[in-house]
């Protein structure tokens, strides 16, 4: 079936390092890609998609290249911030009802950046 | 400004008490989910609507109820017989005809159960 495997947190790193977390999904078919990034004690924010092969999604300062050959959707940062501490989920939408749709997340990267 | 409102934001139960979590949505969409999220762990689907009157169990919908008498708004009912209840609680929802799917969050509200 389905599915979306992240890379464990936590993660931490210093101010203006640079960011991977890595993301591989098994899926049918060419489904659209998300990240959601999730700051303390709020809801799921979109913060970037892509929709095809080869797209790149941005946002932020973030980036992630949706790349078929090797299944993955990994997300990236060149400088990061204190205030990108968050936590990081991708996620596929994969199964669309009439007027509904089903999104699987990963479990989940905790990120914090030390100043 | 559109969006999704949940309250409380913080909730605590006895146990064996019912309680319910409210949600509310001016986005004019007319799917709406509820998730559940543990910590360390990923978003699981509890239930969700496509539209009015109409609902349908997702992968954890045991000890869970809801209803959805509006468009604007599908509460969630915590009932006693969820045996671990405590956990953060997300509603979303989303509008037909995206190509993309994207869901959209609110801020949640944390149950305790005491």
């Known amino acids: 079936g389905n599915s979306v495997t992240q890379m464990e947190g936590p993660v931490t790193l210093s101010e203006e390092a640079f960011l991977t977390i890595n993301c591989t999904y098994t899926a049918t078919g060419y489904p659209s890609l998300f990240w959601y990034v999730q700051y303390p004690g709020e809801g799921l924010q979109l913060l970037l998609k892509a929709t095809k092969a080869d797209d790149k999604g941005s946002n932020k300062g973030f980036e992630a290249t949706y790349r078929k050959e090797t299944t993955s959707f990994h997300l990236e940062k060149g400088s990061v911030q204190v205030s990108d501490s968050a936590v990081y989920f991708c996620a596929l939408p994969w199964r669309r009802y009439s007027s509904a749709s089903k999104i699987i997340f990963g479990s989940g990267t905790r990120l914090s950046i030390r100043p | 400004d559109g969006g999704i409102t949940q309250s409380p934001k913080y909730l605590f139960r006895k146990e064996g008490q019912n309680v319910t979590l409210s949600c509310e949505q001016n986005l004019n969409h007319d799917a709406m989910y509820w998730y559940r999220q543990d910590p360390g762990q990923g978003l699981r689907l509890i239930y969700y609507?496509?539209?009015?009157?109409?609902?349908q169990k997702g992968d954890i919908a045991e000890g869970y109820s809801v209803s959805r008498e509006k468009k604007e708004s599908f509460p969630l009912t915590v009932t006693s017989a969820q045996k671990n209840p405590t956990a953060f609680y997300l509603c979303?929802?989303?509008?037909?005809?995206?190509?993309?799917?994207?869901?959209?969050f609110g801020p949640g509200t944390r149950l305790t159960v005491l």
């Open positions: 609507s496509q539209i009015v009157n109409d609902f």
């Open positions: 979303a929802s989303s509008k037909p005809g995206l190509v993309i799917d994207e869901q959209f």
